[in-house]
Each structure stands twice: as structure tokens, then as C-alpha cells.
């Protein structure tokens, strides 16, 4: 009886040990196996814009350091909404994420959206995209306080363009108004081409624009760049000030570029590509190409961009909120 008792328990002891073993051994071994197949990135803009070509360069490297193929899919439409709506639904097992900019922060101001911030995972700021001040060169100033001096003197007469009502370049330029106590008018384009177009003719005053193609134009003396909305200057544009410079401090509003997974994606996978991203952003030729398309690279922790997020989401409610934004 005794011997029998002692080996049930021995047998029981031998199985939960065993249990135990393999159950810590698969752990890791579940979390080694991560990526076994493609990822999705989704981009919620079209192809060819900056946030792609930022995204397929990034995801390029991640791909060569992960070992497995990163796909971007483009899911342009409703200002970046139904791409991200997209990636809401998408299950969270570390095979689909999503790249979006500060829009992400508007959209809940001015849409009804069928996601929210709980229904993903901060991983990474991947990088700033700070806007300039564009002015067309009929305007008789040379520094954004004769800018403001100038609408002062002439009420009701300054425009700005944006890429459309809620975009970066809308709620900066709307911002800009407040802190100066102008009354400007917002003309909405379907595009940076018009934009451009009537900035050199004079059909428009200003626009806040990323440095990419704008800048061409200043070198031809064709339009003035005023100034810059980050908190330092553009590297090789020194002698354009920032807009704290200019006479607003604290005046600090770059769009940006953010990488975020389905709610619920292991903490294991989040941490892995915050990482790799960090370290990507820093290679030569990555930063060479975030500069030629107007980005700055920083690589945050998934702390780090859901305190963006949180800080951008209030400035931006609040913009609106004053500057009675809302889509027609």
C-alpha cells in the first residue's frame, strides 16, 4: 500500500514537473517564433506621398531585421480614417500595424470614428515633420512680425491654404491666427499643387507646408519662408527662425509620423519593434532620406508616443474649439 501510494505521488510529481518544464519552455520559445509570416503595415494615405515613401523605407530595414517580407498597404480616404479603422479590426497578433501622423489626433474632433485610442498600441514616433511659413512674395514682409503687423493694417485681407479642412496645415495656420489676433481666411485645396500655384501668383498669402517642395522656390526668390513651427531650426536653413523665435514661444506644432498595432498585441512584439525602429531611424541612409522628404527621425518608446498622443489630442481639441472648426 505504502509503495503504491509512493508511486502515484511520484508519478504525480514526475508530470507536474514535466508540466511546469514545458509549459516554461514554450514561453520563449512562442515569443522566438515571432514573425513566422508577412506583416502588414497598413498607410492610410496614397502611394507616393512623404509618409509612404518614410514608411516603405523603414519598413525595408525592418523587414532585412526581422526576416520576414513587411508589406505596405495603402488605404488612403476620410482624412487617414478608413485605413486606421481598418487596422482596429485587425487581429492583434503582431502581424499587422498601422502608420499614422498627427491626423490621429484631430480625427476624434471632427469625426465620428468606429475606433478609439484604446483600440491600439503605441509603439513609436518614428519621426517629426515640421512645417515652414510660406509666404507669397507680394506680401511686403520679410519676418513674420511685419506679417503680423501687416494683416493688422489691412483687416480681413490675409489667406491661408491648407490640403483641407482638419489637415496639419489648417489647424497650424488656424493657431497662428489666434496667437496673433488676426482674422485670416482658410482656402481649402484638393491637393499641394494648387496650393502652390496660387501661393506664387499671390492668389493666397501663406501656407504652413512641409520644407520639400516649397523651398525650391524660395531659392528662387518666388516666395519667403518666414519661419519654422519646430523647436529647432531646419539644419541646412539656419537663418530661418523658429517660430518661438519669431515672437511666439511655445508655438511648436510638427505633424508626425507614429507606428501603432491592434490593441492587445503582445507587449513582447510592441517592445521588439519599438527597438528595431529606434535603431533604424539612425542608419545614414535613413536619416538621409526622413531629411530629403522633410522629416526629422526620432524613434520613441511606446511611452513616449502615447504622451504625444495625449498632448497633441488636447492642443488640437483646443484649436478647433476656439477656431469653431468644423467639416462641412
Given at each position: 500500500m505504502i509503495k503504491a501510494n509512493t508511486t502515484r505521488k511520484t508519478t504525480f510529481a514526475a508530470l507536474m514537473i514535466s508540466g511546469i518544464v514545458a509549459a516554461a519552455s514554450n514561453v520563449p520559445a512562442q515569443a522566438a517564433a515571432w514573425p513566422e509570416k508577412p506583416i502588414e503595415v497598413i498607410v492610410p494615405y496614397t502611394p507616393g506621398g512623404s509618409t509612404d515613401t518614410v514608411s516603405r523605407v523603414v519598413m525595408k530595414r525592418l523587414s532585412e531585421r526581422l526576416g520576414q517580407p513587411v508589406v505596405i498597404s495603402n488605404k488612403p480616404g476620410a482624412n487617414s480614417t478608413i485605413g486606421t479603422a481598418t487596422a482596429a479590426k485587425a487581429k492583434p497578433d503582431g502581424y499587422t500595424f498601422v502608420m499614422v501622423l498627427a491626423a490621429y489626433t484631430v480625427n476624434p474632433h471632427l469625426y465620428k470614428l468606429n475606433y478609439s485610442f484604446k483600440d491600439f498600441e503605441p509603439i513609436s514616433h518614428v519621426a517629426d515633420l515640421p512645417l515652414f511659413l510660406f509666404v507669397s512674395d507680394k506680401l511686403p514682409v520679410k519676418t513674420v512680425a511685419e506679417l503680423v503687423d501687416y494683416g493688422k493694417k489691412h483687416p480681413d485681407t490675409l489667406t491661408?491654404?491648407?490640403?483641407?479642412?482638419?489637415?496639419?496645415?489648417?489647424?497650424?495656420?488656424?493657431?497662428?491666427?489666434?496667437?496673433?489676433?488676426?482674422?485670416?481666411?482658410?482656402?481649402?485645396?484638393?491637393?499641394?499643387?494648387?496650393?502652390?500655384?496660387?501661393?506664387?501668383?499671390?492668389?493666397?498669402?501663406?501656407?504652413?507646408?512641409?520644407?520639400?517642395?516649397?523651398?525650391?522656390?524660395?531659392?528662387?526668390?518666388?516666395?519667403?519662408?518666414?519661419?519654422?513651427?519646430?523647436?529647432?531650426?531646419?539644419?541646412?536653413?539656419?537663418?530661418?527662425?523658429?517660430?518661438?523665435?519669431?515672437?511666439?514661444?511655445?508655438?511648436?506644432?510638427?505633424?508626425?509620423?507614429?507606428?501603432?498595432?491592434?490593441?492587445?498585441?503582445?507587449?513582447?512584439?510592441?517592445?521588439?519593434?519599438?527597438?528595431?525602429?529606434?535603431?533604424?531611424?539612425?542608419?545614414?541612409?535613413?536619416?538621409?532620406?526622413?531629411?530629403?522628404?522633410?522629416?526629422?527621425?526620432?524613434?520613441?518608446?511606446?511611452?513616449?508616443?502615447?504622451?504625444?498622443?495625449?498632448?497633441?489630442?488636447?492642443?488640437?481639441?483646443?484649436?478647433?474649439?476656439?477656431?469653431?472648426?468644423?467639416?462641412?
Open positions: 491661408y491654404a491648407s490640403s483641407g479642412a482638419g489637415s496639419s496645415a489648417h489647424l497650424t495656420g488656424a493657431n497662428f491666427g489666434l496667437q496673433a489676433g488676426l482674422a485670416m481666411t482658410h482656402i481649402p485645396y484638393k491637393g499641394s499643387a494648387p496650393i502652390l500655384t496660387d501661393l506664387l501668383s499671390g492668389q493666397v498669402s501663406m501656407v504652413f507646408d512641409p520644407i520639400l517642395v516649397p523651398m525650391q522656390y524660395v531659392k528662387q526668390g518666388k516666395l519667403k519662408a518666414l519661419a519654422i513651427t519646430s523647436a529647432k531650426r531646419w539644419d541646412d536653413e539656419p537663418n530661418i527662425p523658429t517660430m518661438g523665435e519669431a515672437g511666439f514661444p511655445g508655438f511648436e506644432m510638427n505633424s508626425w509620423a507614429a507606428l501603432l498595432a491592434p490593441a492587445g498585441t503582445s507587449k513582447d512584439i510592441v517592445d521588439r519593434v519599438s527597438k528595431e525602429i529606434a535603431e533604424i531611424v539612425q542608419e545614414p541612409e535613413v536619416k538621409k532620406t526622413f531629411k530629403d522628404s522633410g522629416f526629422v527621425p526620432v524613434g520613441s518608446t511606446p511611452a513616449d508616443l502615447s504622451k504625444l498622443i495625449q498632448k497633441d489630442t488636447v492642443m488640437y481639441g483646443e484649436i478647433i474649439k476656439k477656431a469653431n472648426i468644423k467639416l462641412n
